[in-house]
């Protein structure tokens, strides 16, 4: 989660009420109530991502856009044998 709390913020796509990018801390929060869990010390968490290698940065990313990239590519296929038998 770590890695989704920097994205976000590095993103300046998210606003306060205020309009102004969201602060790490008010991301924090927000996915911690929206995923009931608790990051524990937030920043900790950020420092730990940006401790991995390069190659590490966004493993738990990269995994879900893979688990999309497969999703699609099934329901391509579903599609294509649905349209075969009609």
């Known amino acids: ?4 709390a920097t994205t976000i913020e590095l993103s300046n796509q998210f606003l306060d009420e ?3 990018p969201a ?5 924090a929060e927000a996915l911690e ?5 608790t990051f524990g010390n937030v920043y900790k968490s950020k420092a730990r991502v940006f401790s991995r290698k390069p190659f590490n940065l966004t493993k738990a990313l990269d ?3 893979n688990l999309l990239i497969r999703e699609n590519r099934n329901r391509d296929k579903n599609k294509m ?4 038998f009609t």
Do not use: R, V, Y
């Not at 989660?1 to 989704?4: N, S, T």
């Not at 044998?81 to 075969?84: E, Q, S, V, Y």
């Open 81 to 84: 044998k649905k349209d075969a």
């Open 33 to 37: 109530l929206a995923f009931n869990f």
């Open 1 to 4: 989660m770590g890695e989704f």
């Open 18 to 20: 205020s309009g102004t």
């Open 23 to 27: 602060s790490f801390i008010h991301i």
């Open 63 to 65: 995994h879900l856009k």
